[in-house]
């Protein structure tokens, strides 16, 4: 019997925009907020705040260790810039 959980239940893993929003990303770990961090490419620690996060997390989109989100509205006068940036995903994750 196939058993998953219902997305209600999902537990945050990896890397995560910051809801604290000091960091570009905050690494979550089983559904909590760690002291990992990561801005523009570069991690280091700072513990999260002691109160709790308000809203939905959004997960961080990286590529090669340098967050995607951390670049936005550079390239836009070319329009491949996005298709550019998929293909270099794919084939650096393998390809799978």
Do not use: C, K
Request: hydrophobic share 30%; net charge negative.
């Amino acid at each position: 019997m196939n058993r998953t959980l219902p997305q209600t239940l999902h537990r945050a893993q990896g890397w995560y925009r910051d809801p604290y929003r000091q960091h570009l990303a905050r690494w979550f770990s089983d559904g909590s907020p760690t002291a990992l961090v990561r801005d523009d490419g570069v991690d280091s620690m700072d513990p999260p705040p002691e109160h709790p996060f308000v809203g939905p997390l959004e997960a961080a989109e990286e590529s090669e260790g340098e967050l995607l989100h951390a670049h936005v509205g550079q390239g836009q006068d070319r329009p491949d810039a996005s298709v550019r940036g998929a293909w270099e995903i794919f084939v650096s994750t393998g390809g799978d």
